[in-house]
């Protein structure tokens, strides 16, 4: 069965340094979303992005975000200097069309010290 | 105000008890999905729906489109179904998430 995968799993960052968290969607998925859960909080959503371009993006999607699908298969959210308050779980998630159903990877947990 | 509402929190029944999981949502939705999370923290997608109801295995979701309102119901329950269950408004490119029911089922 198709999956959307996520690596790292878990990744550990010093405050001030950038990460990239990776995604790859299901292959023949058009629409890409990430996602964050902080502990013990609801998912948020950060952004969606459609034909190479971002579609729609929350108040948390701040200038220290962005996020890219550089070669058709990965999708990528970077965070340039993150901050102890970006430490969470961040989803990444595909979907065919708009008004189909969403599938979601694994999750990367984010610990920024 | 939340835009999506669930109840209860957290729920609490016997393996092979019938349940029920209430979602409200004051926001124009174009779908309404049911989410399962384990403890791992992985999301799976249960359903999606924007009319009437949908039904697999144990599992039936229920949407009142006129109400704003959503159920998830779980038939004979098992300790497996362990998990929390999350209620998400979809409308354009967003999804709007409830904070989610964290159901135990005990043996």
């Known amino acids: 069965e198709p999956e959307v995968t996520q690596t790292p799993s878990h990744q550990v960052t010093q405050m001030g340094q950038e990460v990239i968290l990776r995604c790859v969607p299901i292959?023949?998925?058009?629409?890409f979303y990430w996602y964050r859960q902080i502990l013990g909080q609801k998912v948020e959503f950060l952004v969606s992005?459609?034909?190479?371009?971002?579609?729609?993006k929350s108040e948390i999607f701040d200038d220290q975000f962005s996020v890219e699908r550089p070669d058709g298969s990965n999708f990528t959210l970077k965070i340039r200097s993150t901050k102890l308050e970006d430490s969470a779980m961040y989803f990444c998630a595909s979907r065919w069309d708009r008004d189909t159903e969403a599938f979601f990877g694994q999750g990367t947990r984010l610990t920024v010290v | 105000k939340n835009e999506v509402e669930q109840s209860p929190q957290n729920l609490t029944a016997q393996e092979g008890e019938f349940i029920t999981i209430n979602c409200s949502y004051s926001?124009?939705?174009?779908?309404l999905h049911w989410l399962q999370q384990h403890p791992g923290g992985g999301i799976v997608s249960l359903f999606m729906l924007s009319s009437g109801k949908k039904k697999h295995g144990r599992l039936i979701a229920t949407i009142n489109i006129q109400e704003k309102h959503s159920s998830l119901h779980i038939t004979a329950s098992h300790p497996r179904d362990s998990a929390v269950y999350i209620c998400a408004a979809s409308s354009n490119n967003d999804m709007r998430f409830g904070a989610g029911t964290r159901l135990t089922v005990k043996p």
């Open positions: 292959s023949n998925h058009l629409y």
């Open positions: 992005f459609y034909n190479n371009e971002i579609s729609e």
């Open positions: 926001v124009g939705i174009s779908a």
